[in-house]
Structures are given as structure tokens and as C-alpha cells.
């Protein structure tokens, strides 16, 4: 499956090491400002055109140079910010099988969200489609969060992001190959899964 996208070009990437293939997918949440949805600040954060006096939390981050590979916004819409072959700045200090340096080999993509409350339906689908277009053009060995490979210092996707529901979404897609790949067990790890409930109320949702 080919997905078409629109692209948003950033100069806050560079190229990989070497020879490097991606071998990790990485999954975020982001949402500026902090769990608020639909606004134009995360495209602004990696285009370099955030505006400190716009909100008070921009003032504390516009001077970072900070980049995804992809960013799905809460309808579903995909942006590309840089293609995969290339290294984005998104992971930080981090660490995957005991190898450092995660964005090296590594591919990024942001989910527009927060700890605080589930992802919509549709980020789901947009993201399975794509983390299978992904296996098919790279040799991608897992899936992970934010969190698992920056524990401690980062959160995201957060408690509301369903692992088994994009699992489910990919095994019924026939892709059991990349359900596979998915490192994250929330029937290993705990977690309640009330709290990844669907549908959830609608007056649950910012705007």
C-alpha cells in the first residue's frame, strides 16, 4: 500500500551514518500548545517558527531544533516533515537493545496527543497503514515508544496510547508480520485498559 502524503520540509535533519537503514520505528505524542489540538504550533516547532510570546510553555522550547519524520494529526491526516532515508532529530538521549543513539537508525513519527487522553480512530489506521509501508521498504526490527527508549525521561505515547488496539488494527489488515514487531505488551506490562476505552466521550476532547 502506498501512502500519499503531503510534505512539509525542514532543515532540522541530516543525513544517516554511513550506510544506515532504519531498523527501529519510534512512537510520540506531541500536542502544542500542551494538550490543546488542531493548531499550527507543531509544524511550527520544526520549522523553526514557533513563537515564544504566542503561549507561555512556546517560551520554554522555541529554541529547540527538533524534527519528526512523520506527524498524524487527530483526523488521521499525515504530514511528512522528513523523508525516512534521512535522520530527524526526535529521539534525544536514548537507547534501543543496548545500542545509543536512536535517531541514527531510527524513524520517528509524532501522534498529535497527550498523556491525558485516548488517540482517535483514525490515528490508529493512519499509523498502522504506515508502519506497514515502513517494513515493506526498510528492514524495521521493532516498534517502540518514546518512553521505552528514553525511560524515565520521556512519557510518550503515554498510558492512553492502546498498543493492543494498533495491534489488533494490523492483525486484521493481515499484517501479523508487523503486529509482531510491536515491542510494547500491555498484558506483560499492566495498565488499565479502561483507560484506552472506545469510543470515549466526546466532551473529553479539547478542541
Given at each position: 500500500m502506498k501512502i500519499s502524503f503531503p510534505a512539509v520540509p525542514v532543515t532540522n535533519c541530516d543525513e544517516r551514518p554511513g550506510s544506515e537503514l532504519p531498523s527501529l520505528v519510534v512512537v510520540h505524542a506531541i500536542s502544542l500548545p500542551p494538550d490543546r489540538f488542531?493548531?499550527?504550533g507543531v509544524e511550527q516547532l520544526f520549522t523553526n517558527r514557533l513563537d515564544p510570546a504566542e503561549h507561555p510553555y512556546y517560551a520554554t522550547i522555541h529554541h529547540l531544533r527538533v524534527s519528526a519524520h512523520y506527524f498524524i494529526r487527530r483526523g488521521g491526516e499525515l504530514v511528512c516533515f522528513v523523508p525516512p532515508e534521512r535522520r530527524a532529530w526526535h529521539a534525544?538521549?536514548?537507547?534501543?537493545?543496548g545500542r545509543e543513539r536512536c535517531n541514527d537508525f531510527s524513524i520517528g513519527i509524532e501522534l498529535e496527543g497527550c498523556d491525558s487522553l485516548p488517540f482517535e480512530d483514525a490515528q490508529y489506521e493512519t499509523l498502522a497503514a504506515l508502519l506497514a509501508e515502513l517494513c515493506d521498504r526498510?528492514?524495521?526490527?521493532?516498534?517502540?515508544?518514546?518512553?521505552?527508549?528514553?525511560?524515565?525521561?520521556?512519557?510518550?505515547?503515554?498510558?492512553f496510547f492502546s498498543w493492543s488496539r494498533l495491534r489488533w488494527i494490523l492483525l486484521e489488515a493481515g499484517?501479523?508480520?508487523?503486529a509482531c514487531r510491536l515491542e510494547h505488551d500491555e498484558a506483560v506490562q499492566g495498565g488499565d485498559p479502561e483507560r484506552r476505552r472506545w469510543p470515549f466521550p466526546l466532551s473529553s476532547r479539547p478542541l
Open positions: 488542531g493548531g499550527l534525544g538521549v536514548s537507547s534501543w537493545r526498510f528492514p524495521v526490527e521493532g516498534v517502540a515508544g518514546h518512553s521505552d527508549i528514553a525511560p524515565g525521561r520521556k512519557t510518550d505515547p503515554g498510558p499484517r501479523a508480520d508487523v
